[in-house]
């Protein structure tokens, strides 16, 4: 009896689901979770994509999912197609915390009154402009002074990138700074972190797959709501401050224009901007602002451990044109062409958020030959882009010749998807450039990198690749230049 009702039901979702594109056959109630290595899904699905090609469904469990892979596909959705593809797609680590609210994990007319909010407020405030550059200057000189407190002893520079980073975005958003040694600050930085590592391990790989059965189950998984609701203390506590002392005619922070809005719209009975709304988008930028920069800089410096002839050019080039005495600034940007082609190069290769966040598609379409219909999960994995061998001649060796003309000049590769594309590019990522370029200079201009073993010898493939692909913790010594 239980076989028969396993094989109605297969039967049935067969049907159901006939019009989608082939993929590994699933299993009633697991769907192809047991076809790949939970532990590393997003290799897996790679992999599956050289069986299945660049579009093909996969089963999370019982829930369908188109998987996108290779630049031509991405780009046909994300960016040809993306007004359809810019729903978003279920991630229940988050979603079970925010309900869908947020910049980040809302949707429809919520997220675009808001994601057009932000960028106003944020251009507003220097994003993208010559104030807030000043500011990353500063913060970078802090970095560097807090880093030559390390006396060439060996170090692991987790927690200065991600202080430093962070408090780039804290200017933003709840405008000052902490201090390195904040007792509140180092708080914050370790609910991140273990957010932003519990999300690419074994236990949130599985939770993405299994959501329903995995809020009732006990393990680490569980610690991610826990560590939101946190952070969601740590900045209803800045959104009262704010409300104390709030004069409307000078907003000091986005918080500030938050409740200036909220005040414009009290009477607006449709509004989307309300004080949960604030509440989910600051933790949303609070978090995105501190982890990607500070894992791709921490990424980076490992990686140019093992690639010294790297880093010797980055100095001769940062000696050349900005030498040794004036802080770093974008105007030189233009001049470091080799700088700025290892800057991508780092972030090409680390490939920090393989997958980006699921998208949905906002209406019934016929894509690539098939009817997707409108909600329907879509995976894209960005890593496939950005190691498509169609757009980079080594994709999986780290070589700054990918974004270098014949004559050394920077030139772009529009498979480069680090920041992802279409409408629901990161719209950080102006800002995020901005700091690689000022942090790393600032520091290879200080500091040459001493690794403690033979640069031959250190791995540089991810510890872990779910939400995001987490570095390998090492530590390593600078020498004051």
Same mark, same amino acid.
């Given at each position: 009896?239980?076989?028969?009702?396993?094989?109605?039901?297969?039967?049935?979702?067969?049907?159901?689901?006939?019009?989608?594109?082939?993929?590994?056959?699933?299993?009633?109630?697991?769907?192809? #979770?047991?076809?790949?290595?939970?532990?590393?899904?997003?290799?897996?699905?790679?992999?599956?994509?050289?069986?299945?090609?660049?579009?093909?469904?996969?089963?999370?469990?019982?829930?369908?999912?188109?998987?996108?892979?290779?630049?031509?596909?991405?780009?046909?959705?994300?960016?040809?197609?993306?007004?359809?593809?810019?729903?978003?797609?279920?991630?229940?680590?988050?979603? #079970?915390?925010?309900?869908?609210?947020?910049?980040?994990?809302?949707?429809?007319?919520?997220?675009?009154?808001?994601?057009?909010?932000?960028?106003?407020?944020?251009?507003?405030?220097?994003?993208?402009?010559?104030?807030?550059?000043?500011?990353?200057?500063?913060?970078?000189?802090?970095?560097?002074?807090? +880093?030559?407190?390390?006396?060439?002893?060996?170090?692991?520079? =987790?927690?200065?990138?991600?202080?430093?980073?962070?408090?780039?975005?804290? !200017?933003?958003? /709840?405008? &000052?700074?902490?201090?390195?040694?904040?007792?509140? /600050?180092?708080?914050?930085?370790?609910?991140?972190?273990?957010?932003?590592?519990? #999300?690419?391990? !074994?236990?949130?790989?599985?939770?993405?797959?299994?959501?329903?059965?995995?809020?009732?189950?006990?393990?680490?998984?569980?610690?991610?709501?826990?560590?939101?609701?946190?952070?969601?203390?740590?900045?209803?506590?800045?959104?009262?401050?704010?409300?104390? !002392?709030?004069?409307?005619?000078?907003?000091?922070? /986005?918080?500030?224009?938050? +409740?200036?809005?909220?005040?414009?719209?009290?009477?607006?009975?449709?509004?989307?901007?309300?004080?949960? $709304?604030?509440?989910?988008?600051?933790?949303?930028?609070?978090?995105?602002? $501190?982890?990607?920069?500070?894992?791709?800089?921490?990424?980076?410096?490992?990686?140019?451990?093992?690639?010294?002839?790297?880093?010797?050019?980055?100095?001769?080039?940062?000696?050349?044109?900005?030498?040794?005495?004036?802080?770093?600034?974008?105007? &030189?940007?233009?001049? #470091?062409?080799?700088?700025?082609?290892?800057?991508?190069?780092?972030?090409?290769?680390?490939?920090?958020?393989?997958?980006?966040?699921?998208? !949905?598609?906002?209406?019934?379409?016929?894509?690539?030959?098939?009817?997707?219909?409108?909600?329907?999960?879509?995976?894209?994995?960005?890593?496939?882009?950005?190691?498509?061998?169609?757009?980079?001649?080594?994709?999986?060796?780290?070589?700054?010749?990918?974004?270098?003309?014949?004559?050394?000049?920077?030139? @772009?590769? &529009?498979? /480069?998807?680090?920041?992802?594309?279409? @409408?629901?590019?990161?719209?950080?990522?102006?800002?995020?450039?901005?700091?690689?370029?000022?942090?790393? =200079?600032?520091?290879?201009?200080?500091?040459?990198?001493?690794?403690?073993?033979?640069?031959? &010898?250190?791995?540089? =493939?991810?510890?872990?690749?779910?939400?995001?692909?987490?570095?390998?913790?090492?530590?390593?010594?600078?020498?004051?230049?």
């Amino acid at each position: 009896m239980f076989v028969s009702c396993l094989l109605l039901f297969s039967s049935w979702k067969k049907r159901r689901w006939s019009h989608l594109p082939p993929g590994p056959p699933p299993i009633p109630f697991l769907g192809n #979770m047991l076809q790949v290595d939970v532990k590393d899904l997003i290799p897996s699905l790679r992999k599956l994509s050289e069986t299945y090609g660049p579009m093909y469904t996969f089963h999370l469990g019982s829930r369908p999912c188109i998987v996108l892979s290779g630049y031509q596909a991405l780009k046909e959705a994300l960016i040809d197609k993306a007004e359809v593809f810019s729903g978003r797609g279920d991630f229940p680590a988050v979603q #079970m915390w925010s309900n869908g609210n947020g910049i980040v994990y809302g949707t429809g007319e919520r997220w675009r009154q808001l994601r057009r909010f932000a960028i106003t407020t944020f251009k507003n405030f220097g994003m993208g402009k010559r104030s807030i550059e000043e500011r990353i200057k500063e913060e970078a000189q802090i970095l560097v002074a807090e +880093l030559r407190k390390t006396n060439g002893q060996p170090f692991d520079p =987790t927690f200065f990138l991600s202080c430093a980073g962070s408090n780039i975005i804290c !200017t933003l958003v /709840f405008g &000052d700074r902490f201090e390195y040694t904040d007792h509140q /600050f180092l708080t914050l930085m370790g609910l991140i972190n273990s957010n932003w590592k519990l #999300m690419s391990s !074994t236990w949130g790989q599985l939770l993405f797959t299994f959501p329903k059965i995995m809020r009732h189950v006990p393990g680490p998984h569980r610690q991610i709501y826990k560590n939101y609701l946190k952070l969601a203390e740590f900045v209803g506590e800045r959104l009262r401050l704010n409300k104390e !002392t709030l004069d409307p005619n000078n907003p000091r922070d /986005f918080i500030d224009c938050f +409740l200036i809005k909220l005040e414009q719209e009290k009477n607006n009975p449709d509004t989307h901007f309300t004080e949960e $709304t604030m509440s989910k988008t600051t933790v949303n930028l609070f978090f995105a602002g $501190t982890e990607t920069v500070s894992s791709t800089l921490k990424y980076g410096l490992r990686i140019l451990l093992r690639h010294p002839e790297v880093e010797e050019k980055l100095h001769e080039e940062i000696d050349r044109v900005i030498g040794p005495n004036r802080s770093p600034c974008m105007e &030189d940007r233009a001049r #470091m062409p080799y700088t700025d082609a290892v800057i991508h190069e780092i972030q090409r290769f680390a490939d920090i958020v393989p997958m980006g966040v699921p998208h !949905t598609v906002t209406r019934d379409i016929e894509f690539r030959g098939y009817h997707i219909p409108k909600d329907m999960n879509i995976i894209p994995l960005l890593c496939t882009s950005q190691f498509d061998p169609s757009q980079f001649k080594n994709p999986n060796t780290f070589d700054p010749g990918h974004f270098l003309d014949k004559n050394g000049r920077f030139k @772009k590769n &529009d498979a /480069f998807m680090a920041f992802s594309a279409g @409408k629901r590019v990161c719209l950080g990522e102006g800002l995020a450039v901005m700091e690689l370029f000022i942090f790393l =200079t600032s520091i290879l201009q200080s500091f040459n990198l001493k690794p403690l073993m033979d640069s031959r &010898d250190i791995d540089i =493939t991810p510890e872990s690749s779910g939400l995001g692909n987490i570095p390998r913790p090492y530590q390593f010594c600078l020498l004051p230049r």
